[in-house]
């Protein structure tokens, strides 16, 4: 009898150490989930790939670029399919409600004539597209989310880049060193 109970008692705590190795190991490779649907991810990354080219845009200071590639990415996000994403409906309606933001503000940004108002509404859609691939993740991808400390009068922006190269969207070719790697989403 007492050997059932130590053989019992050695399972129960193997079975309980394992998950932790298993925790710490993935906490080690700082590799996040991106559990939903190919499909979501696949347009996810066009958006993400037009949203590159936007903020090359803005690095070059190049105006029609910078039309061409927020109209580009207003569509991708207008099509993005939340619908496929499984999670619980609140988080869902804040994705879509994120989403119609972010078009809405490409929308604003297409109309404005000014780089500097441009460059203010890229900079909330920056934010909120951030917000939506935290939330979702972009399999096999890492994201590197970037900071000016000096634009728009020191206040500070973000936005996010493929790469951790140098490149400013908020003072382009003028500023190029005033970037700072805050941090990286790596799925």
Same mark, same amino acid.
């Given at each position: 009898?007492?050997? %059932?109970?130590?053989?019992?008692?050695?399972?129960?705590?193997?079975?309980? /150490?394992?998950?932790? *190795? /298993?925790?710490?190991?993935? +906490? =080690?490779?700082?590799?996040?989930?991106?559990?939903?649907? *190919?499909?979501?991810?696949?347009?996810? *990354?066009?958006?993400? #790939?037009? $949203?590159?080219?936007?903020?090359?845009?803005?690095?070059?200071?190049?105006?029609?670029? %910078?039309?061409? @590639?927020?109209? &580009?990415?207003? *569509?991708?996000? !207008?099509?993005?399919?939340?619908?496929?994403?499984?999670? !619980?409906?609140?988080?869902?309606?804040? %994705?879509?409600?994120?989403?119609?933001?972010?078009?809405? +503000?490409?929308?604003?940004?297409?109309?404005?004539?000014?780089? =500097?108002?441009? &460059?203010?509404?890229? /900079?909330?859609?920056?934010?909120?597209?951030?917000?939506?691939?935290?939330?979702?993740?972009?399999?096999?991808?890492?994201? $590197?989310?970037? $900071?000016?400390?000096?634009?728009?009068?020191? &206040?500070?922006? $973000? @936005?996010?880049?493929?790469?951790?190269?140098?490149?400013?969207?908020?003072?382009?070719? +003028?500023?190029?060193?005033?970037?700072?790697?805050? #941090?990286?989403?790596?799925?």
């Amino acid at each position: 009898m007492r050997t %059932i109970l130590a053989l019992a008692l050695l399972v129960i705590i193997a079975c309980n /150490e394992a998950p932790k *190795q /298993e925790t710490t190991a993935k +906490e =080690e490779t700082g590799v996040l989930k991106a559990p939903y649907a *190919q499909q979501f991810y696949d347009s996810l *990354q066009v958006a993400m #790939d037009a $949203y590159y080219d936007l903020t090359d845009g803005f690095s070059t200071g190049n105006v029609t670029y %910078i039309n061409k @590639w927020s109209a &580009r990415l207003q *569509q991708h996000m !207008d099509s993005l399919p939340v619908h496929l994403l499984q999670m !619980d409906s609140a988080r869902q309606a804040d %994705i879509r409600t994120n989403t119609g933001s972010i078009s809405a +503000e490409l929308a604003g940004l297409q109309k404005e004539t000014g780089l =500097e108002e441009k &460059r203010a509404a890229f /900079e909330m859609v920056s934010d909120m597209l951030y917000d939506v691939v935290k939330q979702t993740g972009l399999k096999g991808k890492t994201i $590197y989310r970037q $900071y000016c400390p000096m634009a728009f009068n020191d &206040r500070g922006a $973000y @936005w996010m880049s493929r790469s951790n190269k140098l490149q400013n969207p908020y003072f382009g070719n +003028e500023m190029l060193g005033c970037v700072q790697v805050t #941090d990286s989403l790596q799925y």
